[in-house]
Antibody, heavy 118, light 110 residues
């Protein structure tokens, strides 16, 4: 079945970087864009950006440009999200999600909790 | 890009119907028929309930329905059940290859 499996929870100090992986299975990885979404504890979902696994082109939400970097490795059907210059307010669950041609997210990763604390 | 506007909370008794609204602008939700709705239970990933404003994915109960008028989309849940208690989020294509989510609505089944 279609599945996205993310890497495990991470703890980082302020100013550090962090990279989350999202491994796809059950479908052709390069056929669907992967999006990333953030959820700060107790708050709503925020769209961060997408990557086209086929070409590698990306798009970022305006508020997150320069802070989020999306990449992929097609040989292992995995998308990555790297966050830099972390702050305590970046503590959140980060999700990857597959988007279909009707612009809906039909499959989500299980989420990766990032805790930023000194 | 501002979040779409949803009520913070709604509630209903088992068997009743409730409607959650999602308001955007003429630049995002009002310009595209690409609204989707997601259900999220505590500690779980969101799950797609409605796409393209009115369509249900295979496996989603027909108690869930969607509509859209102008800059506002709505999710209606009929015959409320205890398992429907969750957070609900709308999402819309916002142009320029960007997407925007609503702030979320907490549904309480009384």
């Amino acid at each position: 079945q279609v599945q996205l499996v993310q890497s495990g929870a991470e703890v980082r100090k302020p100013g550090a970087s962090m990279k989350v992986s999202c491994r796809a299975s059950g479908y052709t990885f390069t056929d669907y864009y992967i999006h990333w979404v953030r959820q700060i504890p107790g708050q709503g979902l925020q769209w961060l950006g997408w990557i086209n696994p086929y070409k590698g082109d990306t798009k970022y939400a305006q508020n997150f440009q320069g802070w989020v970097t999306l990449t992929r490795d097609t040989s292992i059907s995995t998308a990555y999200m790297e966050l830099s210059r972390l702050k305590s307010e970046d503590t959140a669950v980060y999700y990857c999600a597959r988007i279909t041609r009707d612009s809906s997210f039909d499959c989500w990763g299980q989420g990766t909790l990032l805790t930023v604390s000194s | 890009q501002s979040a779409l506007t949803q009520p913070a909370s709604v509630s209903g008794s088992p068997g009743q119907s409730i409607t959650i609204s999602c308001t955007g602008t003429s630049s995002d939700l009002g310009s595209y028929d690409l609204v989707s709705w997601y259900q999220q239970h505590p500690g779980k990933a969101p799950e797609l309930m409605i796409y393209e404003g009115t369509k249900r994915p295979s496996g989603v109960s027909n108690r869930f329905s969607g509509s859209k008028s102008g800059n506002t989309a709505s999710l209606t849940i009929s015959g409320l059940q205890a398992e429907d208690e969750a957070d609900y989020y709308c999402c819309s294509y916002a142009g320029g290859s960007t997407w925007v989510f609503g702030g979320g609505t907490k549904l309480t089944v009384l």
